[in-house]
């Protein structure tokens, strides 16, 4: 039995192990892996997700008990310290000694801390390990107490960079990126989409310092700012540094492997180094003397490693590897793919620019205009995965490739299917996997669906990149072998949402037993009873009291759970309007139930931390005072913003405040796929922000504009326009038309913004169904419409007038006690829940 | 914070020392969950209307602590019953208590016996 030792238990170690399993009779070879961080290979990649959860095990690549099972010895929070190659054996740092056939070298590399004066400073850190992050967060935790403005900088705008800029911001620190080079993510980015670039993260308030050398980091104990030079200060309370990688080559250098000048060992296209029994893979390795700072490559050479040690000599890494990126910043896309710069004696650049929305896009065109070289995008990145499949498949492109960039509303076209990309193409690069290998799964019957493929390939695994073409390769092959591709909700239920609307309907099924019985199986699940409870809602207008048990907790309670099992409280303001009187009597219940409030987003205020059996209290003195539910908690309307229009502004066109509240009127209580808002501004400088929702109404000379499908959120999008100068009538005439179309047809969970994106004819197509009637069905949808407005009433008073109802707020069935497992601490003079371990 | 959670262990039937008294049948809602308090444990009851059966687990959810599994969505997946926390939707068996996306968080069950209307759990304690 030969033994192997893998050095390192990072990403590229931990997958050798894996592919190693995949491949061999295990009772011919014996693992042992040594790892220097105290827990097994996580996922380095999306490392920044731990600022959300701080939860290290939901990054794990496998839990310690996959390592036992497939007979691998981990030793983690052990170093290896020295290799004996004469011996064959290596030493730890508690000075153990082990002897190896093979040894495979997968140490990764550290943060380059640049020679800077004071680094060493406290408040100072790299971006690599948990360790560094949770350092990151206790720090932060500490200035912001005694600072709330604090500040943190970030020393590098390359991919890392901006993402450790994102993550100082969502620690609630000011976040400042401090770049050497005169553009962002120097490596990816020409200049141009750098400014575009550096707009959109402005907006965003990233604040970004180009061309700066940084001379010396100040403060006594702890960082104080960062001298540029003699006048040139900036103020920050912490660093972060993420100036680029070093390879940990420690090892090759003190055994004598053959080095790289800048660091790094070299390795051949086996994978090995100078000695033959010695391998290394991963971001050590100096290969075509480069080290590739990706995970792709890295896993392509653990393969390479995993086939040589096992006698296919054939198995070699290519020559050329694919640097193409996709920075995953959350909200901001940006990617390049191939030649992302190119001398202008290789080809044409085709170059499409829109700053006022953060646009850019660049594509290399070869001489003859045949063949795609590389490209920029900057803003929208959804062309990524098919430009960057063409490039590396050599497909040709249309005559006219500026088509390949354009928006569809210039001009562009959609360009080819995924079933034209050749059987060879990788689609996941992480995973290697191949589109033939996702469509013959698919045609052997061996996957019916996209989690049969993501189980048996692993594509989609890893960075996660690839999903918008897997899912399109999956319902494309689907539908090629006449395989109808339909949305069901769940396993109990095989219909689309669409579908069990019309049955529920035309059947006039009375509850959601019924509907399991008649068209469903199993006994349901959190996925179709909401939506059930949300399609009875609208077809029936009845209120989430009538089957409380299929609503989401949410809307079960009539109010929103929080953090720590509590509940806040959310009356309607309509319009955002509200009495003196009303003021005071939302402070007063606030102050009784000892209750934080905040002035929400949703331009009316929220009472936090009410304890279930609170909540029935709370209302009855909030509905006397004649407040109603606000249905924050509900898929449904939530606020119709307005800003103070003709009433009082000196620009005001008319009168916004009161078309608001009586929008907001109409629709209060309506369920819906998802939620919906709106807003009213009184004049086009737009302060009620209605083109960032749902349905938005702009006063104009001569009526009301409206744009629907617009909101803020994760995917922000701004509302189009559907019609012009309308009167209150018609527009309201069109809203109830357009919104009982949209509830009729959307999936489960989608806002209207996505939905018109997948509706087929998109706006233009809309604008006929609502203002033409092409479909015939315009006055039915009113009509169901204004059913609903008629049957509202306000479910929080139907449910404190019937003790039937009321039974169910209480926290215990067999006691009258309270949740004593409740914290709160201080905060402001007010109070919150105490943090989460 | 891990005291609150070390005091809830999986009993099985064979080791119930006490059956609790917790109410009667009405009072638990049909396919749906309620809490019920023994000694300093909160206790998650499910009642299954639609197969007349009856599961009882800690209240207490283990991935970020909070009381509050009582209040999550029931229903099954592919046959085993179970239920949805309703803070970040895990889902847990209500058979054997482990986390139906195989992540290692678990939680504690309980046996629940029905008698002349009257609901017990039974405990070890
Ligand atoms: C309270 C509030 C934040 C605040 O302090 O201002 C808030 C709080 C929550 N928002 Fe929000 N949102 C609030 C305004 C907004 C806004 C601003 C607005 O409405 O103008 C947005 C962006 C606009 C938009 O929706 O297009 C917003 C975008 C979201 C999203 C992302 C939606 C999306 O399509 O991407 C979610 C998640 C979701 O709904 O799935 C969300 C979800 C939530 C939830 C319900 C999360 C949850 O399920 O617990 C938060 C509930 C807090 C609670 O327990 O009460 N909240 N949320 C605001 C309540 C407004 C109100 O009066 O009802
Ligand atoms: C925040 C962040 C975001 C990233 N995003 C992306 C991305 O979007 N896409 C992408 O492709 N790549 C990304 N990367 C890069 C990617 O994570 C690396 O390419 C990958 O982790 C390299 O794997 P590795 O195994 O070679 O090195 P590592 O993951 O660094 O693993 C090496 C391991 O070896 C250990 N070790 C070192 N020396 C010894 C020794 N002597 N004895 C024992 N153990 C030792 C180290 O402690 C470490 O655990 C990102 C990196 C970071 C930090
Ligand atoms: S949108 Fe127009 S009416 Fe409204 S506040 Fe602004 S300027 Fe005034
Ligand atoms: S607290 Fe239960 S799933 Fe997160």
Not at chain 1, 211 to 232: H, V
Not at chain 1, 745 to 772: N, S
């Amino acid at each position: 039995m030969k033994h192997i030792i893998v050095v390192g238990n990072g990403m590229v170690g931990y997958k050798f192990c894996e592919k190693f399993v995949e491949k061999a009779a295990s009772k011919d070879f014996k693992i042992t892996v040594f790892g220097e961080e105290p827990r097994p290979a996580y996922d380095r990649v999306h490392l920044s997700e731990f600022f959300e959860n701080q939860d290290a095990k939901a990054l794990e690549m496998a839990p310690l008990e996959w390592y036992t099972e497939h007979g691998i010895d981990l030793i983690v929070g052990e170093r290896v310290s020295d290799i004996h190659r004469s011996k064959k054996t290596i030493t730890t740092v508690t000075d153990r000694e082990f002897s190896y056939d093979y040894l495979v070298l997968a140490t990764g590399s550290s943060a380059f801390v640049p020679p800077i004066k004071g680094v060493e400073k406290e408040g100072v850190f790299v971006y690599r390990t948990i360790e560094d992050l949770e350092g990151m967060l206790a720090y932060a935790a500490k200035i912001k107490a005694n600072n709330p403005n604090a500040k943190a900088a970030v020393l590098g705008g390359g991919l890392l960079g901006l993402e450790a800029g994102k993550a100082v911001m969502d620690m609630g620190l000011e976040p400042h990126i401090v770049e050497f080079a005169s553009k962002l993510m120097p490596r990816q980015l020409d200049l141009r989409s750098s400014q575009v670039l550096q707009l959109k993260l402005e907006s965003i308030g990233l604040n970004i310092h180009l061309s700066k050398a940084t001379n010396q980091i100040l403060g006594d104990k702890a960082i104080t700012g960062l001298e540029f030079g003699e006048d040139d200060v900036l103020d920050v309370d912490m660093l972060v540094i993420s100036a680029g990688i070093r390879p940990r080559d420690e090892l090759g250098k003190t055994c004598g492997l053959e080095m790289g000048v800048r660091g790094g060992i070299v390795v051949d296209n086996k994978m090995q180094t100078s000695d033959e029994n010695i391998y290394a893979i991963g971001e050590i390795a100096l290969y075509n003397q480069m080290i590739y700072g990706l995970v792709a490559p890295g896993y392509d050479m653990a393969g390479v490693a995993v086939d040589q040690i096992l006698g296919d000599s054939d198995s070699l890494m290519p020559d050329d590897i694919d640097m193409s990126t996709k920075l995953k910043l959350i909200g901001v896309d940006v990617a390049s793919f191939g030649e992302p710069f190119m001398p202008a004696a290789k080809g044409h650049s085709i170059i499409f620019e829109n700053k006022t929305q953060y646009l850019y896009k660049r594509i290399n065109v070869s001489l003859d205009g045949k063949s795609l070289l590389g490209g920029i995008l900057v803003g929208d990145a959804t062309d990524y995965n098919m430009l960057h499949q063409i490039y590396l498949n050599g497909m040709a492109i249309p005559e006219d490739a500026s088509q390949l960039i354009l928006p569809a509303s210039e001009g562009g076209a959609s360009f080819g299917s995924v079933l034209d990309l050749p059987d060879t193409a990788q689609v996941c690069s992480c995973e290697s996997v191949s589109k033939g290998d996702i469509c013959c799964s698919i045609t052997d019957g061996e996957s019916h669906n996209l989690s049969d493929i993501v189980a048996k390939t692993k594509a989609t695994s890893g960075c996660g990149g690839c999903k918008p073409m897997v899912v399109d390769l999956v319902n494309e092959t689907l539908k090629s072998l006449g395989k109808e591709v339909k949305e069901t909700i769940c396993e109990h239920f095989n219909f689309s949402r669409q579908e069990l609307y019309d049955l529920i309907k035309i059947n006039r099924v009375a509850d959601y037993d019924e509907a399991l019985n008649l068209f469903g199986e199993g006994h349901g699940c959190e996925v179709c009873k909401p939506l059930l409870a949300s399609i009875f809602a609208t077809i029936t207008m009845e209120t989430a009291n009538r089957q409380p048990t299929i609503q989401d907790t949410n809307d079960r309670f009539l109010a929103n759970i929080q953090r720590n099992g509590t509940y806040s409280v959310v009356p309607r303001v309509a319009g955002g309007e509200i009495t003196p009187d009303q003021l005071i009597v939302i402070g007063e219940v606030a102050k009784k139930y000892d209750l934080y409030t905040k002035i929400t987003g949703g331009q009316r205020i929220d009472l936090f931390g009410a304890q279930i059996h609170e909540l029935p209290l709370i209302w009855k003195e909030l509905i006397d005072a004649g407040f109603e539910s606000g249905h924050a908690y509900g898929k449904s309307l939530r606020t119709v913003k307005s800003c103070v229009g003709s009433t009082w502004c000196r620009y005001g066109m008319h009168e916004s405040v009161t078309f608001a509240i009586e929008i907001e009127n109409r629709y209060r209580g309506l369920r819906s796929p998802h939620k919906l808002k709106g807003g009213v501004s009184g004049c086009i400088r737009e302060c009620a922000e209605a083109r960032g929702k749902d349905f938005g109404l702009i006063a104009v000379d001569g009526g009301w504009n409206l744009y629907v499908c617009g909101n803020g959120g994760a995917t922000p999008k701004h509302a189009i326009l559907l019609a012009e100068q309308l009167d209150d009538e018609t527009a309201v005439k069109y809203l109830d038309r357009f919104l009982m179309y949209y509830i009729r047809t959307a999936g489960p969970l989608v806002r209207t913004a996505p939905w018109l994106d997948k509706l087929e004819g998109g706006i233009e197509y809309l604008k006929k169904v609502v203002i033409e009637d092409s479909l015939g069905i315009a006055e039915d949808l009113e009509q169901e419409m204004q059913g609903l407005v008629n049957k509202y009433e306000c479910e929080w008073k139907e449910a404190i007038e019937n003790p039937e109802m009321m039974k169910r707020f209480k926290h215990f069935v067999n006691s009258d006690d309270t949740d004593d497992n409740l914290v709160f601490v201080p905060m402001r003079g007010q109070k919150m829940p105490k943090a989460w371990v | 914070m891990q005291d609150i959670l070390s005091q809830y262990e999986t009993v099985t039937e064979n080791a119930v020392k006490e059956w609790f008294k917790v109410g009667l049948t009405s009072d638990f809602p049909e396919n749906s969950g309620a809490c019920i308090k023994y000694k300093t444990k909160q206790i998650a009851v499910y009642n299954f209307a639609r197969t007349g059966k009856w599961y009882a687990c800690q209240n207490l959810c283990p991935h970020k602590m909070e009381m509050v599994l009582s209040l999550g969505m029931i229903g099954d997946k592919e046959g085993v019953p179970k239920v949805a926390c309703p803070m970040h939707k895990k889902n847990f068996s209500l058979e054997d208590g482990s986390n139906l996306a195989g992540e290692d968080l678990k939680i504690a069950t309980y046996p629940v016996k029905i008698k002349d209307g009257n609901v017990y759990i039974g405990f070890s304690d």
